[in-house]
C-alpha cells in the first residue's frame, strides 16, 4: 500500500521561512518524478514545483521561482520544499504527489500518489 505523507507546513510571518518534507512508502521511490502542488480557499490547484527521478531536473512555477526549492532524498524516500522569503498570496494547502510527468507546465495529470497535504499559512 503507498503512502504519501507531507510534513513540515505551519503559521509563519511573511518573509519567514519554512521546509516542507513527504516522505513515500510502498513504492520504489526513485521510479517516480515528485511534484509538490498547492490549493488556496477558493481557487484551483495549481503546480508548484517539480523534480524529476535523479533530482538532475527541477521546474518552478513563475509564482516561486528563486524563492522555493525543490530537492529529493532518494536514500530516504522522502521529498524536499525549501520555501524562503514567504508571502501571504503563498498561504494554501501543499500537496505532495508521486507520477510519471514532471515539465514546465507543471500539469497534475499523471501523478498517481498523493498525500493528505499540510498547511501553510503566512500573515502579513
Known amino acids: 500500500q503507498v503512502q504519501v505523507v507531507e510534513s513540515g507546513g505551519g503559521l509563519v510571518q511573511a518573509g519567514g521561512s519554512l521546509r516542507l518534507s513527504c516522505t513515500a512508502s510502498g513504492l520504489t521511490f526513485d521510479d517516480y518524478t515528485m511534484g509538490w502542488f498547492r490549493q488556496a480557499p477558493g481557487k484551483d490547484r495549481e503546480g508548484v514545483s517539480c523534480?524529476?527521478?535523479?533530482?538532475?531536473?527541477?521546474y518552478y512555477a513563475d509564482s516561486v521561482k528563486g524563492r522555493f526549492t525543490i530537492s529529493r532524498d532518494n536514500a530516504k524516500n522522502t521529498l524536499y520544499l525549501q520555501m524562503n522569503s514567504l508571502k501571504p498570496e503563498d498561504t494554501a494547502m501543499y500537496y505532495c504527489?508521486?507520477?510519471?510527468?514532471?515539465?514546465?507546465?507543471?500539469?497534475?495529470?499523471?501523478?498517481?500518489?498523493w498525500g493528505q497535504g499540510t498547511q501553510v499559512t503566512v500573515s502579513s
Open positions: 523534480i524529476n527521478w535523479s533530482g538532475s531536473s527541477t
Open positions: 504527489a508521486a507520477g510519471m510527468l514532471c515539465d514546465s507546465a507543471l500539469r497534475d495529470y499523471g501523478y498517481n500518489y
